[in-house]
């Protein structure tokens, strides 16, 4: 597995782009995340037609935002082809398809929808109220022999997530977690929530501005790591 994030900012740091990547998996390009500068962000760095699925943790708008653009783009510059968004319930893809009608009137002319269990490897944790009160989010995990790799979303609640992690069977596993340096800002894991899992996994904060890392963080940022950054 390899991946490579287009931006690690959150809704309000456009200038670090928003959280969102492209993982390399069973020999398949996946977008994760759709974010307000994600459409343009691909465009600039020539990666648009690398993809070949796109994931989405949850539908705030820097996390699908450009989805739209990126759905019309690959119909009209590709021949007619649509994406495919793999989908982690009906009841959510569902969601998608009323969020989509607004932007695109019909959806099937410009995407297709596959259950997430179309490619085996790829599993969904339903973090629902976890981020947002009310709200659909999920965290991905993706598995490969003697490798683990999670993406967390959006969750305030990192427990829950690293609970889960605990019922699997024993794998070296990298973890790229959401952070956050407010204590008032529970939608998103605060850095000393983290911190005691560092002992258990490979594990780096996203979806931040990292001019705001505080001395006593010891959490890597995805934003400081040149290897897991794309960058023109």
Not at 36 to 54: E, N, S
Not at 188 to 202: D, G
Not at 213 to 226: K, S, W
Request: net charge negative.
């Amino acid at each position: 597995m390899k991946i490579k994030f287009i931006g690690t900012g959150g809704a309000f740091e456009p200038e670090y782009f928003n959280s969102a990547a492209l993982l390399t998996f069973n020999n398949k390009t996946f977008l994760i995340d759709a974010g307000f500068t994600v459409y343009p962000r691909l465009m600039a760095l020539g990666l648009f037609f690398k993809i070949d699925y796109i994931l989405l943790t949850h539908l705030h708008n820097d996390h699908c935002g450009s989805l739209a653009n990126i759905l019309l783009h690959k119909c009209f510059h590709d021949r007619g082809r649509k994406f495919t968004i793999l989908y982690q319930t009906e009841k959510f893809k569902k969601q998608l398809e009323d969020f989509l009608v607004i932007q695109l009137k019909d959806p099937a002319k410009y995407v297709d929808f596959a259950p997430l269990e179309t490619v085996s490897g790829i599993s969904a944790l339903d973090t629902f109220g976890r981020h947002s009160e009310g709200f659909q989010t999920y965290s991905f995990i993706f598995e490969a022999p003697n490798e683990r790799l999670v993406y967390s979303g959006d969750l305030g609640q990192a427990d829950f997530l690293f609970a889960h992690l605990q019922t699997l069977p024993a794998c070296p596993t990298i973890v790229f977690h959401d952070i956050t340096f407010n204590a008032q800002n529970d939608g998103h894991a605060h850095y000393t929530m983290l911190q005691p899992y560092q002992s258990q996994h490979r594990l780096f904060g996203y979806h931040c501005n990292p001019t705001q890392n505080p001395p006593d963080n010891t959490i890597p940022l995805v934003a400081d790591q040149p290897e897991f950054v794309y960058s023109l």
